[in-house]
């Protein structure tokens, strides 16, 4: 493969504003991420400290082999909404523990007891989801206060999904683990109960589907915690425990023990040795502006993630608004698509093409997503941009090999959809800072908008209150600029997190190992195509 030529000016004014832009998004990811990593603050940690227990993240650390890698997942779900806390008080990623990748949780309990709130749950349901995708073991490190009971009503319904998933992965012949540190009650106790492995930790766990005063309220019996759900009552009497932990490291060690004997193998492997790239990552700070509205070349970034800087690419002279090739990525091959600009009748169809041709050899895909949308107007819908895009939009959703996709900068209309947005089912979707996602920009929106009014006040003869549209214009311009900056995309769960630029390749990386763990089947079978 040859190696692309890059024509980055790292010297010129538009690199420099660039960079200092993307500088100050990282320090304000930093910010918001050092804020969920903070819990429920210093008054609950210290508690913990007190009680001699491990916090959630210390915990995660010790369980990890030593220089694992621990890809964190959604850290900052909840980021921003009140009440809830950044990171909805769960932690998760993936890790490697005894030599193989699971995908890790653990409650947040410095934070309301590790109470679950709604978007704790969405996330724990997205953890399952890649567990289940891409075919990795779980371990759940355990202490909970069970529901968050004020917002019972948004998590009960759908919160029986995760206890639904763990036996379907169980049934799935994908091994769950658990490790219970402390609370773990009521619709909480059957994390430990379905499990594949259980572990509890002497003097910690306290597993029960009523604690003792309700079980008081109940039937008149008095009893303690200890005998009621302790982790010597569980392992020696009602056997919902298979291990008893002498204490919290051991519980991890025995977590590690459980992983090192579960006999697991990878379906694939890299295709080729890992080469860094030839031009220095750290340059992506200055390929992107926050200001969406100043393009940049995607090969600029593609030099900057792939193994050697080394990319194949596909009709390099057809449909140029999406730039189509193949590439390695920490020696896995995929194939790229990137968009340089609006996507057309011909782009779309070369992507289409695209598509099954990595899917006929089994490659996955990479989405590079910076789209306005597809191309709008006259000439266009004559050409019939809507079946060409509807030919990228069917081979994006009947693909079947591990698709990845990197958010670089704009993600409007229907141009998410056929770049493999969320919708899409990516195995792992990440956002750099300066990602923006909405049915179209602010501006755009308030002007059809008030278009749309003008003509419903002329079909009704009425004159219209031009203050009184000129105040909703502002309003809705504002909340539709507001919900499509990336924090908040990122704190509804519409990705798996931000990262900064500089850690595209390893992030990639990570996802692409994590999705070789089980075989994928190539297809040539698509829904029809409109010609
Ligand atoms: N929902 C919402 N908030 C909760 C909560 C829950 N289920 N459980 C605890 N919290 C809050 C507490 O109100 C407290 O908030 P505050 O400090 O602002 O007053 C904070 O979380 C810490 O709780 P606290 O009880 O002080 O912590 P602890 O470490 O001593 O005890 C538990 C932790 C989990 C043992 C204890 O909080 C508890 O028993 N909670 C209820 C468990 C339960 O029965 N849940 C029902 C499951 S469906």
């Known amino acids: 493969m040859e190696r692309l030529r890059s024509h980055l000016r790292t010297r010129s004014e538009t690199y420099r504003q660039n960079r200092e832009g993307m500088l100050a998004a990282l320090g304000k990811l930093d910010s918001a991420l050092a804020e969920s990593r903070a819990g429920g603050g210093d008054k609950y940690i210290e508690r913990f400290r007190q009680r001699g227990k491990l916090l959630p993240r210390e915990r995660i650390e010790l369980l990890l082999d030593p220089g694992s890698y621990f890809l964190e997942v959604q850290p900052l779900m909840g980021h921003g909404i009140r009440g809830v806390g950044s990171g909805g008080g769960l932690i998760g990623?993936?890790?490697?523990?005894?030599?193989?990748?699971?995908?890790?949780?653990?409650?947040?309990?410095?934070?309301?007891?590790?109470?679950?709130?709604?978007?704790?749950?969405?996330?724990?349901?997205?953890?399952?989801?890649?567990?289940?995708?891409?075919?990795?073991?779980?371990?759940?490190?355990?202490?909970?206060?069970?529901?968050d009971l004020p917002n019972q009503s948004q998590i009960f319904v759908p919160g029986g999904e995760t206890f639904r998933d763990i036996t379907r992965r169980s049934k799935a012949r994908l091994p769950s683990v658990c490790v219970v540190f402390g609370n773990s009650t009521a619709?909480?106790?059957?994390?430990?109960?379905l499990s594949d492995y259980t572990i509890m930790v002497?003097?910690?766990?306290?597993?029960?589907?009523?604690?003792?005063?309700?079980?008081?309220?109940?039937?008149?019996?008095?009893?303690?915690?200890?005998?009621?759900?302790?982790?010597?009552?569980?392992?020696?009497?009602?056997?919902v425990s298979d291990y008893l932990a002498t204490d919290e490291a051991d519980g991890l060690r025995l977590a590690r023990e459980?992983?090192?004997?579960?006999?697991?193998?990878?379906?694939?492997?890299?295709?080729?040795?890992?080469?860094?790239?030839?031009?220095?990552?750290?340059?992506?700070?200055?390929?992107?502006?926050?200001?969406?509205?100043?393009p940049f070349d995607q090969r600029e970034v593609i030099a900057r993630v792939v193994d050697g800087s080394r990319f194949a690419e596909f009709k390099h002279e057809y449909g140029q608004t999406l730039v189509c090739g193949w590439a390695h990525i920490h020696g896995y091959l995929v194939g790229i698509l990137a968009n340089n600009g609006v996507l057309f009748s011909e782009s779309s169809e070369k992507g289409a093409q695209f598509i099954q041709l990595s899917n006929q050899r089994g490659i996955p895909l990479v989405f590079l997503q910076n789209i306005t949308g597809f191309m709008v107007g006259r000439q266009y819908e004559e050409g019939g941009i809507i079946k060409n895009g509807a030919k990228l939009i069917n081979a994006v959703s009947n693909s079947t090999v591990p698709i990845f996709t990197l958010m670089t900068g704009a993600s409007y209309g229907a141009g998410n959809?056929?770049?493999?947005?969320?919708?899409?089912?990516?195995?792992?979707?990440?956002?750099?800072?300066?990602?923006?996602?909405?049915?179209?920009?602010g501006e755009q929106l308030a002007g059809v908008l008030e278009i749309i009014k003008r003509?419903?006040?002329?079909?009704?003869?009425?004159?219209?209150?031009?203050?009184?549209?000129?105040?909703?214009?502002?309003?809705?311009?504002?909340?539709?600029?507001?919900?499509?900056?990336?924090?908040?995309?990122?704190?509804?769960?519409?990705?798996?997190?931000?990262?900064?630029?500089?850690?595209?390749?390893?992030?990639?990386?990570?996802?692409?190992?994590?999705?070789?763990?089980?075989?994928?089947?190539?297809?040539?079978?698509?829904?029809?195509?409109?010609?």
């Not at 996330?123 to 075919?135: D, H, V, W």
């Not at 597993?207 to 982790?231: H, I, N, Q, R, Y």
């Not at 630029?501 to 390893?506: E, I, M, T, V």
Request: glycine share 12%.
């Open 417 to 441: 959809y056929g770049m493999a947005g969320r919708a899409y089912e990516p195995r792992f979707l990440f956002t750099w800072p300066n990602h923006r996602i909405a049915v179209m920009g």
């Open 258 to 294: 459980i992983i090192a004997h579960i006999k697991w193998k990878k379906a694939t492997a890299p295709d080729q040795a890992s080469e860094a790239p030839f031009y220095d990552p750290d340059e992506l700070l200055g390929v992107a502006s926050m200001d969406l509205r100043v």
């Open 187 to 193: 619709g909480g106790a059957y994390a430990p109960g």
């Open 93 to 147: 990623g993936i890790g490697i523990v005894s030599g193989v990748e699971c995908v890790i949780t653990a409650n947040e309990s410095t934070l309301k007891g590790g109470a679950i709130n709604e978007w704790g749950l969405k996330k724990s349901l997205r953890l399952a989801e890649i567990a289940e995708q891409n075919g990795l073991p779980t371990i759940s490190l355990i202490e909970s206060a069970g529901a």
């Open 202 to 239: 002497d003097g910690g766990a306290k597993v029960f589907l009523a604690g003792p005063p309700l079980v008081k309220m109940a039937t008149g019996e008095v009893t303690d915690d200890e005998s009621l759900g302790g982790a010597r009552m569980h392992s020696r009497i009602s056997g």
């Open 455 to 531: 003509e419903a006040a002329e079909r009704a003869g009425e004159t219209l209150d031009e203050g009184g549209l000129a105040t909703t214009k502002k309003i809705i311009r504002a909340q539709i600029e507001k919900e499509s900056e990336a924090f908040y995309a990122t704190s509804r769960g519409w990705d798996d997190g931000i990262i900064d630029p500089r850690d595209s390749r390893n992030a990639l990386g990570v996802a692409l190992s994590a999705a070789a763990a089980r075989p994928f089947e190539p297809t040539t079978s698509w829904g029809v195509f409109r010609h």
